[in-house]
């Protein structure tokens, strides 16, 4: 799963989005960063991933039952 994200990146298509013949891929550079919060959401199997990976979106869903 490395490599696939390292060459189909968010920061690799919106560089080249900056070119007036691809500003479709803006959105593509969006649509690819939700996905990648969602499987960073869904890929927690710790509850201080995201502490030591530094990235919020690693951090366990608490549920508060009230």
């Known amino acids: 799963m490395k490599l696939p994200t390292a060459v189909v990146s968010e920061s690799t298509?919106?560089?080249y989005a900056r070119d007036p013949d691809k500003t479709?891929?803006?959105a593509t550079a969006d649509f690819l960063s939700v996905i990648l919060k969602l499987f960073n959401i869904m890929n927690v199997?710790?509850?201080t991933?995201?502490?030591f990976k530094r990235d919020?979106?690693?951090d366990p869903v608490y549920y508060l039952i009230v």
């Open 56 to 58: 919020l979106t690693m």
């Open 13 to 15: 298509l919106r560089y």
């Open 45 to 47: 199997k710790t509850g």
């Open 24 to 26: 479709a891929w803006t």
């Open 49 to 51: 991933k995201g502490k």
